[in-house]
């Protein structure tokens, strides 16, 4: 049976780190057939960052603003011949880490190019918000990192809490398309098919503004 609804051929899952978007979203995608669209989490400029490097903020930021444009541009290339959309990220989301992390100098920059790319790409039908607690979060990103093949730095407890905080912000003003916010404190969409199907519902009557759903337990 067909949830998708016609008037909403893309659909954007955001969230911070550690909410499970991106698990998410191909989940959605496979169950839709529909293109899914992932993130490239590379960054060159990530390590300068870390380590502090004067001006590695801004270059990350930069490198992430273009990446997300370049996918985001393909989208709207894309969309005469694909039944539907499910993306990883929101594009607008890209202000979030920038207001977290650059200075008011580098603000105004980042700002104008942001500004110039916003206009190619292609708003989302819907945006889903996975909405978690920082407590979950850091657990998740604390698990993931034992999992991971690769050497993952150690989450900082207290960026992890202010970009969780700048994310419900963003979201709490957020108006530009329908947005359905979901509470994903007891509800794992991954493992659950039960929980995937009750969000499809929930998508399915999401039509306009925004709505708040808490998954049945």
């Not at 995608?29 to 590379?42: G, I, K, P, S």
């Not at 594009?91 to 977290?100: C, E, S, T």
């Not at 995937?196 to 998954?215: A, F, N, W």
């Amino acid at each position: 049976m067909q949830f998708f609804p016609m008037t909403s051929r893309y659909i954007a899952v955001e969230g911070p780190i550690g909410a499970g978007k991106s698990a998410l979203a191909q989940r959605l995608a496979a169950r839709l057939d529909a293109t899914v669209v992932l993130e490239e989490t590379e960054n060159p400029f990530l390590a300068d960052f870390y380590a502090g490097r004067a001006g590695a903020a801004l270059q990350a930021q930069l490198f992430y603003l273009l990446n997300r444009h370049r996918q985001q541009t393909s989208i709207r290339q894309g969309d005469l011949f694909a039944q539907a959309t499910v993306s990883d990220y929101l594009f607008d989301k890209d202000k979030i880490f920038a207001y977290l992390n650059l200075d008011d100098n580098e603000l105004f920059i980042y700002q104008r190019l942001f500004d110039l790319l916003a206009r190619d790409v292609p708003a989302p039908d819907l945006v889903v918000y996975l909405q978690t607690p920082t407590d979950l979060l850091l657990r998740r990103i604390r698990e993931r990192a034992r999992t991971s093949e690769r050497t993952l730095p150690d989450p900082d407890p207290e960026y992890v809490r202010e970009l969780n905080e700048a994310y419900q912000h963003f979201f709490f003003h957020y108006n530009a398309t329908p947005l359905l916010v979901v509470e994903t404190s007891d509800v794992d969409f991954e493992a659950s098919d039960e929980a995937l199907e009750d969000l499809l519902r929930q998508i399915r009557s999401t039509s306009r503004g925004t709505q708040y759903y808490v998954p049945r337990r």
